[in-house]
């Protein structure tokens, strides 16, 4: 599961700038893509190997008079109680005030690892102001300043310390075994649980004990016709005996980290309620995270044709960076339109697994040339050279050659067409990065 650090401060001492500064080479990504909402509190970010999610917590709002708890959104506590390392914001230049020591008392009374970072610090002579703040009770003061991106390297350095992460390398080696781990996201009520319970009811799904998974973890290994799945940590639910039931409190946190410890998600959504922000919302963390998808329209018994066509019209407009899942058309409840799940699964999967040798792509490439070269971009004209494969859970395709900084999105979309069509990537998200060498 990636770590998560939560940013916490009061209002204005610099959380939201800290947040973009950590996030923003992945917001990138996310930019090229039209029609998606983000919620701007939830972000990935990475640290050398090392990637994580951080959270914003901007509801942070306690007043003097009626304390933190009460003010609090009950989200943000949450938040917090889910992150596992807490990154405490305070004003390097405005001193401390009484809302710096309410939350100080909070995070001390919660127990969680916690760095005290003073912002806005730029310029500033190092210790003489920031000694105040040793008043709060949390250790060290770490100066830095998210707007002119100064000491945010030790910040995360002291953050992640506390909780000893594995090399992601060393993980990666187990990555392909041959089980799928499949995650079912989708807000409340969309039918999870129902849809999970009927699999785990089917006599073709054999579910087993895999060893290091514990019984109360909501995670399930099974196989199925030869398959070996991993349903994990599917967010939500909670597993009750044999079956599973959904929990009130829905975790944008636990969402984010299924989706990413998966290989393919199953992204449910509810035809009677159409594509609401929430599964825009989670549609984007997929998108995101790289992660393969399938779509799954269910409760499609409880729909009549116009609100077919209406629901039909809502996914096409609000969610037309998933073009490349599958989509389909289910009934959880009443055990309709099941079966092809599976294959489209399977595909999603092999899709996103795929192995592109680099024989193989830089032929694809040149072929993607002469059909149309890459426009002139003013004096230049980008040169691709060859291309081979960066990454898997995406695949990621890295072109080389000379003034690529002047391909077009037109330009990369249309090589995106000709690979995807040329390795049959339905199902997956695929990048495609430019390497230039002048
Ligand atoms: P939030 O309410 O805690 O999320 O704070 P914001 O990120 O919205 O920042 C509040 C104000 O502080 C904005 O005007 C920022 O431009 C400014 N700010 C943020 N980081 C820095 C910094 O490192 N140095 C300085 N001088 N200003 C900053
Ligand atoms: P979760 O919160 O995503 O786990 O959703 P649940 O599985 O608890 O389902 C929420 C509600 O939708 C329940 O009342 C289910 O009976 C209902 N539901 C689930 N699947 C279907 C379906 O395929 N058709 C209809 N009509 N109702 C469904």
């Not at 942070?60 to 943000?76: C, H, L, S, V, W």
């Not at 830095?144 to 310390?161: F, N, Y």
């Amino acid at each position: 599961m990636k770590p998560v650090l939560a940013l916490v401060g009061r209002p204005n001492v610099g959380k939201s700038t800290l947040f973009n500064r950590l996030t923003k080479s992945r917001d990138a990504i996310v930019a090229d893509f039209a029609g998606l909402t983000r919620d701007r509190h939830y972000g990935n970010a990475r640290f050398d190997k090392h990637e994580f999610i951080v959270i914003d917590t901007g509801g942070f709002e306690p007043t003097a008079d009626n304390g933190i708890y009460k003010e609090m959104a009950r989200q943000t506590q949450q938040a917090v109680a889910e992150a596992d390392v807490v990154v405490f914001v305070v004003d390097a230049r405005g001193g401390i005030s009484a809302q710096d020591h309410d939350i100080a008392n909070y995070l001390r009374r919660l127990g969680k690892p916690t760095i005290l970072v003073a912002n806005k610090a730029e310029g500033m002579k190092e210790g003489a102001q920031l000694v105040e703040f040793y008043e709060l009770g949390l250790g060290e003061v770490l100066p830095v300043s998210a707007s002119h991106g100064q000491g945010i390297r030790d910040m995360m350095a002291q953050a992640l310390a506390p909780l000893n992460l594995a090399d992601p390398d060393e993980e990666d080696a187990e990555a392909d075994n041959g089980i799928i781990k499949l995650a079912v996201a989708g807000r409340p009520n969309v039918g999870k649980s129902t849809l999970i319970n009927t699999w785990l009811g089917e006599e073709r799904l054999v579910a087993f004990d895999m060893p290091g998974t514990t019984r109360d973890a909501i995670s399930v290994p099974f196989e199925r016709n030869g398959q070996m799945f991993e349903l994990i940590d599917t967010a939500g639910l909670r597993r009750k005996g044999k079956v599973f039931e959904a929990i009130e409190k829905f975790s944008v946190v636990k969402t984010l980290q299924a989706i990413e410890s998966a290989n393919v998600v199953l992204l449910l959504l509810d035809a009677t309620q159409g594509v609401t922000d929430q599964d825009a919302h989670i549609a984007g963390y997929i998108l995101e995270s790289g992660r393969a998808v399938v779509v799954a329209v269910n409760k499609w018994d409880a729909v009549d044709s116009y609100q077919r066509e209406l629901l039909m019209r809502s996914i096409e407009t609000r969610l037309p960076f998933l073009k490349f899942a599958a989509m389909h058309f289910i009934s959880a409840k009443k055990r309709q339109g099941l079966g092809p799940l599976w294959g489209a699964i399977a595909q999603a999967h092999k899709a996103a697994m795929c192995k592109m040798p680099t024989p193989l792509l830089t032929r694809l490439l040149l072929e993607a040339v002469q059909f149309q070269s890459p426009q002139r971009g003013g004096m230049y004209r980008p040169k691709l050279r060859y291309a081979h494969q960066g990454g898997m859970n995406p695949p990621i395709i890295v072109i080389h050659g000379n003034s690529l900084e002047h391909v077009t999105e037109t330009y990369k979309r249309f090589l995106e067409g000709r690979f995807r069509k040329a390795f049959n990537l339905e199902g997956t998200p695929l990048r495609i990065e430019m390497k230039t060498s002048s």
